[in-house]
């Protein structure tokens, strides 16, 4: 399990985490390349099939990243983004995926530290559950060459 | 509208298990509005099934299509192609559009994925009340648009009965009393006076008791 470099997939806001990844690079924060980030124009654009189709393809954890609650530059697609994330996590556990695998995070474009924490947090709690029960065939000898 | 909602993934999986290629068919109608077998349901469904069957190592195929309306032949007979295709087909209209799936093709196993709960309508985004039994004569001219029938939870016609208080059914506290309602919308029309009159025995020759129903209109048969 030592050698398990998960597959983590970051659906992000383009006006928060999005930015923030950005900051997080000119600040030459580190942060794991386990993360594969994919731009929304906001995190209320996730819908639940995307969420599942990550993990259907290889994720073996996925997050959405959106505004502070109340900075949203839709009002409220935050907030639809958190309830579509609870949904699918009770549906990850029906699936014996497990919805310790999905999560969502509020960060604003100004915390660029922030932004590299969560990739660690979540890299930390993907690697402690080990591969996605989808991966289990392959995860001891893929090795994705990808650059973060 | 018709309200639906899905099955447990479990008892859907369960129902799938000897299936290899499954066609899940949504519906346009009722279910896409209560938001239980529209487009999205069809593709989280059948993304949700194939997940199981991957992580049970008996992966599947799926093809999905959502018809404008299930309960009807012309919709129906579109499927065909994909129909012939599957192994099973697995439905997320209500039990309606099931049953019009089921006899137009009889060689397939066609499985539920719904329970149909009732007619009613939404009351804010994400909530669906009953609102009519279909007992088949309707009488919501006497009693002020409100239906004692499907909202009285005993479905009197001289109501309310003793247990109503402060204008709450006694069967269920979040429950307004039907009968309540309907003095209420009586009163504000000046209608009031009539509640006075006795309602007759309700004829239930029109409702559920004589096996299913039928509707003919002459002058549109072809
Ligand atoms: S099949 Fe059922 S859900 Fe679909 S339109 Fe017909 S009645 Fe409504
Ligand atoms: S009186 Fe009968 S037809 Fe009218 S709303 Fe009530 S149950 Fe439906």
């Known amino acids: ?148 | 509208m018709i309200v639906a909602e899905q099955k447990p993934l479990t008892e859907i999986a369960e129902n799938i298990k000897d299936a290899q290629k499954v066609l899940v068919v949504g519906c346009g109608g009722c279910v896409t509005v209560c938001l239980s077998g529209g487009q999205k349901e069809v593709d989280i469904l059948a993304t949700s099934l194939r997940i199981l069957r991957k992580k049970d190592g008996t992966p599947i195929d799926t093809a999905t299509e959502t018809l404008e309306r299930q309960c009807d032949k012309e919709y129906v007979d579109k499927l065909a192609e994909k129909v012939q295709a599957a192994d099973c087909v697995v439905s997320l209209a209500c039990g309606v559009g099931v049953q019009y799936l089921a006899e137009r093709y009889p060689d397939k196993v066609i499985i539920p994925a719904q329970n149909t709960k009732f007619i009613g309508g939404t009351t804010e985004h994400g909530i669906w009340e009953e609102r009519c039994a279909l007992c088949g004569e309707c009488i919501l001219a006497q009693t002020g648009g409100i239906c004692p029938i499907i909202r009285c939870s005993k479905s009197i016609l001289n109501g309310p009965c003793g247990g109503s208080q402060g204008g709450k059914c006694e069967v269920n506290p979040d429950t307004p009393c039907a009968w309540t309602l309907i003095y209420g919308q009586l009163k504000r029309q000046g209608r009031e006076a009539a509640l006075g009159e006795i309602f007759p025995v309700k004829d239930w020759s029109k409702a559920r008791d004589g096996g299913p129903r039928k509707y003919v209109r002459e002058d549109v048969l072809l």
């Not at chain 1, 996590?89 to 497990?98: H, M, W, Y």
């Not at chain 1, 709690?125 to 000898?141: F, W, Y």
């Open chain 1, 1 to 148: 399990m030592s050698t398990f470099e998960p597959r983590i997939i970051a659906f992000c806001c383009y006006y928060c985490a999005y930015s923030a990844a950005d900051l997080a690079g000119s600040m030459r924060l580190q942060y794991p390349a386990s993360i594969r980030m994919i731009e929304l124009p906001c995190s209320g654009k996730i819908e639940h099939n995307m969420l599942l189709t990550a993990f259907e393809e290889g994720a073996d954890g996925v997050y959405v990243a959106g505004c502070m609650e109340g900075d949203c530059h839709y009002l409220k697609g935050n907030i639809r983004a958190r309830k579509r994330v609870e949904y699918v996590k009770k549906l990850l556990d029906e699936l014996g995926i497990g919805g310790d695998r999905l999560e969502m995070f509020n960060l604003s474009s100004a915390m660029g530290p922030r932004f590299a924490e969560i990739a660690n947090e979540m890299t930390e709690r993907i690697r402690a559950l080990g591969p996605s029960p989808l991966n289990k065939a392959h995860s001891q000898t893929e090795k994705d060459g990808e650059d973060a």
